[in-house]
């Protein structure tokens, strides 16, 4: 496994557990928003921690923390994911997986075996405009398998949207809705112009609150709980 990060506690990471984050270095998406530019750009990569030295730190950690986040980065990108997934799971921890949906061939394997506990996957835009956010050209075929295996699993699950306010209109975030339609539980994540990819993103904002509660309040057709985080 690639990590190129770990924060020891989270209280916010895992939906009522606490939890530590692990991330994983590497991704082929290019969000101007994206505030882990050392786990993207390789010019930029954070160092690796080795995994022994993180199963250790967990090892140690056994009734203090109840979970345990893998994101990214893109970890379905690290082909021995199951396996350490595996890991963490055999010290007792709950596990749950963030994806970008990039690889659903990855992600069935990890559901197939009953590897997670919760998944959260972002949604980054109705599917005809991912290319103008994710800022790479992909088939976007394999989000739309990702979003039917994670639906179609059984596993509680999320999907998110973080909302820049130039790139998504009232429209997008609808038709996000409808592509995510019978979702359990989708968050409208705020983007806060802070660490980000793309300098230019320093400059843009998010909507009020108050829209984008509204917008939840449109999204009850769809989904069965839209929150705003
Ligand atoms: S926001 Fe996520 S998907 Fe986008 S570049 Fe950053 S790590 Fe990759």
Do not use: H
């Amino acid at each position: 496994m690639n990590i190129g990060g770990l924060q020891k506690v989270s209280l916010i990471d895992y939906p009522g557990e606490i939890c530590a984050v692990i991330f994983t270095r590497g991704c082929d998406f290019r969000c101007g928003y994206c505030y882990n530019a050392e786990l993207v750009l390789p010019e930029r990569y954070a160092e690796l921690i080795p995994e022994q030295e993180v199963l250790a730190f967990l090892r140690g950690r056994r009734g203090r923390l109840d979970a345990v986040t893998i994101t990214g980065g893109e970890p379905t990108w690290q082909a021995d994911l199951p396996g350490f997934i595996r890991k963490v799971k055999e010290l007792g921890f709950l596990v749950k997986l963030d994806t970008n949906g990039v690889n659903p061939e990855m992600l069935k394997e990890i559901i197939d075996r009953k590897r997670v506990d919760y998944i959260a996957m972002d949604i980054k835009a109705p599917l005809e405009k991912y290319r103008d956010v994710i800022n790479i050209n992909i088939d976007t075929r394999r989000i739309a398998a990702s979003i039917a295996l994670i639906m179609g699993s059984g596993v509680p699950c999320e999907f998110r949207t973080t909302v820049v306010k130039s790139q998504l209109d009232e429209q997008d975030i609808l038709a996000i809705g409808k592509l995510i339609k019978g979702a359990r539980r989708y968050v409208l994540q705020k983007f806060l112009p802070d660490k980000v990819l793309d300098a230019s993103f320093l400059d843009r904002t998010t909507y009020e609150e108050d829209y984008l509660r509204r917008l939840c309040g449109m999204l009850k057709n769809d989904v069965g709980e839209c929150a705003v985080r």
